[in-house]
Each structure stands twice: as C-alpha cells, then as structure tokens.
C-alpha cells in the first residue's frame, strides 16, 4: 500500500524511507576501515557520546564510499531506505551488526537525546537565546531522526527503525509537543518575538518524523500535539512570509503521518477541527502548502465517511477540481487522490464530483508527464463509469479512449492494469463498445491477456467481455486471433472467459467451427473494487 509523501513531491512522507543525506561536514576522510587500528569499542567508552556518533557515521558512509568505487556495476542507490537496505545486502553479505558497536551507538543516542530534551524543558520562553536553542534542538532531533538513522541502522542495528524508537524512549515526544505553541509573553519580553514559528516548525517536523509505528502516533497523540498542530495550520492567516508558510505546511505534514493507517486519529483531527483550515490552505499562495494540506486531507479521507462528507461541506470540491488542471505534477495529483478517496464507496459524493465538472479534467490527466497521476486518473474514470450509461458515455465522448488505448501499450504495469479497468467500465455502455474497438483497443487488450499478472489478465478479460456483446466487434475479435488465443492460452484467473465464449459462440460455429471450449470460472466476473490510498 501505498505510502504518503512530503509536501515537496520528491520524498516520501513516512520516516523509513527518508534519503541519505549525511556527511555535511563536506571534510577529508583520512580515516578509514584499514587505517582504524584502535578497537572500536574502547574508542567509544572513552569519547564523547556525540562525537562517537559523528566518528561512526563517517566510517559506514567511507565504507559505503569505498565499496561503491570498488564495484562499478552495481545498481545506482534509490535514496529510500527500505530499497537502500536490500541494496547493502547484496553488496555486503558479510556485514552484520557488532553488538557492542550497535550498543553502544545506542547509548550515544540517548546521551545525544537528553541533551537535546534537558534544552528544550528548560528554554521555553522568548528570551533569543532561549528561542535559538530550542532551534537548535528541535533540528538536532529532527536530522537524528532523518538522517542518522539510515546509517546506524544500516551498520550497527537490526532495523531502520531502531534510531527512532531511540529518540521517543529518550523522553523526545513530550518535549516537542510542548514547543507547538509559542511560550507564554511576560511583561520582559515587549514586542520582539525572536525566531517567531521556527521553533514550532522544527518542533512539529521531528514529531512528524517519529510517527515511524502506531504506538508512537499515539503516543504523540496522547502527548496533547493534535490541538497544537490544528492551532499551527491557523496560523496561514498571519500573513505569507517565509517562517508561517513554513509552520502551515510542517503542520499538515505531521497531521498526514500521524493519521497514516489510523482511523482513530483520522477521526481525532476532525474533531480538533483539522478540516476546515486543510480544506482553506488548498487555496494559499505557496504551491507546497497547497501539496502539504491536499495530501492531508487525502489521508484524512480514507476509509472515513465522516471526514469525507466534512471536506465535502466545508466546499473543498471547486478548489480540488481547479487544482486537476494545475501545471504542475505534483499539485494535481494530490488533488486526484483526494477526490478519488472521496468517491469511493460513496455514491452521492461521486454524483457532485460529477455535478461539479470534474470528469473532463480528469481525462485531461491521462496525458500528463506524471505516470501516477495518469493511473489514478484511470482509476477515477472507472469510478465514475460505474454510476450510470450516461457517465460511460460522457467519458468516451469527451476524448478518454485514445489515451487509454495508448496506455495499454505503456512499459508501467500499474498504468496497464488501471487503463484496461477503465476501458471495462465504459465497456459496459453498447454505444461504447463499437468505439473502443474501432480505435484499436482490441489488440492491446488481448496481447495484455498473455501477462503473467493476475489483475492485469482480469482487467483485460473484463474489458474484453464487454466489447465482445457487441455484433460489430466479434468478426474483428475472430480475425485478429482472439478466438484461437482463448483456446490455447493459459490463464491466471480463469475469469471473463465463459462469457466470451458465449458471446463468441454464434459467430464462431457459422464460421464452421463445433469445438467450444468452456472454462471453469470459480471467482466473480467483475473486478473488485479498486482503493486510491492508503492513509
């Protein structure tokens, strides 16, 4: 399933996949794995907890460095740490977790945390200097959480999640729960705010960082973030500078991880009041706030009638359908997953979807440069195809086929698999079929039933059924070969075919043939139902 993503559209959201990205130090690294003569566990016991932590990072990413140079043809890394993992494996099988090492880079840790903690429980006021190592604090957290995990948990523990569960056993969640709201004003203070919203942004990222388990959201939950978060999300009406654009979207982030998977917290966010003001920064200027509030909601949306109904009320419709014709991939595509979260299983949001004019735009995505905007784009037409004849209709009508014809033929699977479930939806209408067919949708289809992909073969199977209850096609079907490819082929699900057959079967004897080849077909005819995301 799939996973949420940052607001900036090129990582993913959840704290498991984040890049490497350490090193920033941009320094020499005289010391390597042949060079390091002490023993690795005496250095530890003697240096400072920070610094062993520093020291060990540089020797993986060296190590790391070396083995890269030493093997030109291994596959270039894919940032993500999950993919990362499988990676180092292959290329180093006989690495494995030091205990003393793995021990001690977790004591390390948690002297790194308490500090980190000790700052933050005591600089909780305006005084610069207070707001400035809370700064620095929330970041040291938050780079810990992002960044150094990747390395410790490549080298020194068992699993990529071991540095997070390190900095909320330290005692980090409650302290950065308390820097979501600005410190109480004393008379001392007067009019300076210093480092105004940073705090809380840095606050808010580290927490949405640590929300790696179900227990750790609710643990930040049960800390009191979700008012303070919802609080943040207000405070788009002070202005656009920098530092409030900032905060808004590290609010809608953290809101987005911390709902991720967990129908409890979904509904705790409405409640808080997190609707309205999401559904409000749809339309603020910044474009990655616009990417921050819509891929809340999304998640916000799933599997929660309750949440989509609200969204729906608070008018977030014409907002979300203007954002389908946005230029830029990564606003639409949010914009796409939200509405196709909205309309499923909820057949009268799916009719103002419809009333609100959002079918043409959603063809229009078929041909965008974004290949997941194209397959859920896909996937909202069939979702559309399936509420009356007179949608499936309008869809081919206004231009749908051609692009999902040519997406039959794409290398991405998933764009296949989606494209010839909406091709079998619209199938279903007789003044389509003839169309479907005529502009050359008959032979990707059957070639995609030769996939070794079991919905692939059912989404074919089943547009094929439909295109087969037309007369006009079945002399086409035979001519190209589909009856000799449904006699000889073999078929992952047996699905669709006695259905062909039968419709075939008056055509095919006056071509003088007697044989009829039944299938069994132990499952249901129609493809199921089809999620946007998860969330």
């Known amino acids: 399933m799939a996973r949420p993503r940052f607001s900036n559209g090129k990582s993913p959201k959840h704290p498991s ?125 938050a780079d810990l959480a992002k960044n150094g995990g990747t390395h410790f948990s490549l080298f020194l523990f068992p699993c990529f999640n071991e ?47 640590l929300a790696v388990k179900p227990e750790h959201q609710q643990l930040i939950v049960d800390h009191g973030a979700l008012p303070h978060l919802v609080d943040l999300l207000k405070r788009h009406t002070e202005g656009t500078t920098r530092a409030v654009t900032s905060v808004v979207r590290r609010a809608a982030d953290a809101i987005t991880n911390l709902a991720h998977e967990n129908s409890n917290i979904k509904t705790l966010v409405r409640r808080e009041g997190g609707i309205p003001p999401l559904v409000e920064l749809l339309e603020f200027a910044d474009t990655k706030v616009q990417r921050a509030a819509a891929g809340a909601l999304r998640t916000l949306a799933f599997k929660n009638d309750e949440n989509k109904n609200q969204i729906v009320e608070c008018s977030a419709l014409p907002t979300l359908i203007l954002m389908l014709r946005s230029e830029d991939a990564a606003i639409h595509y949010e914009a796409v997953g939200v509405i196709g979260n909205l309309v499923h299983s909820s057949p009268n949001i799916k009719k103002e979807v419809l009333a609100a004019g959002a079918i043409q735009p959603v063809i229009g995505l078929l041909s965008s440069c974004c290949s997941e905007s194209q397959r859920e784009a896909a996937l909202l037409l069939g979702q559309f195809a399936a509420t009356d004849s007179d949608c499936k209709v309008h869809i081919v009508q206004r231009g749908a086929v051609g692009p999902l014809i040519e997406m039959l033929q794409s290398s991405d699977v998933q764009l296949r698999e989606m494209s010839a479930f909406a091709l079998g939806r619209v199938a279903q209408d007789p003044h389509n079929q003839a169309g479907i067919a005529h502009n050359g949708g008959l032979i990707p289809l059957l070639k995609l039933l030769d996939s070794k992909n079991g919905s692939l073969q ?30 000889d082929g073999e078929f992952i699900v047996q699905v669709m075919f006695i259905g062909l057959f039968v419709s075939l079967c008056e055509f095919w004897c006056s071509y003088g043939s007697s044989k009829l080849f039944l299938f069994e077909c132990d499952i249901d005819l129609f493809p199921s139902d089809y999620f946007f995301h998860t969330g």
Request: glycine fraction near 6%; proline fraction near 6%.
């Open 17 to 141: 996949h984040f890049v490497i990205s350490f090193n920033p130090f941009k320094i020499p690294l005289l010391i390597t794995n042949t060079d390091f003569r002490l023993p690795l566990s005496s250095f530890l016991a003697a240096a400072p907890p920070l610094l062993c932590c520093v020291l060990l990072c540089i020797c993986a990413s060296t190590s790391m460095e070396l083995q890269k140079r030493q093997d030109q043809g291994l596959p270039q890394r894919k940032g993500q740490k999950r993919k990362l993992e499988e990676e180092i494996k292959d290329e180093q099988p006989g690495i494995s977790p030091s205990p003393v090492a793995s021990s001690d880079a977790r004591r390390a840790i948690l002297s790194e945390v308490a500090v980190q903690v000790s700052i933050l429980d005591s600089a909780f006021s305006w005084q610069e200097a207070d707001r400035a190592a809370a700064k620095r604090a929330t970041h040291v957290l």
């Open 458 to 487: 059912h989404n074919a199977a089943f547009a094929l059924y439909g295109l087969a209850d037309n007369e006009d096609n079945v002399s086409d079907f035979i001519r190209v070969g589909g009856v000799q490819k449904l006699q």
């Open 163 to 209: 540095v997070v569960n390190v900095i909320v056993e330290g005692g980090a969640v409650p302290a950065l729960v308390k820097h979501l709201q600005s410190p109480p004003i004393t008379e001392v203070d007067g009019s300076v705010r210093p480092f105004e919203h940073e705090v809380e942004k840095g606050s808010a990222f580290a927490l949405g960082l």
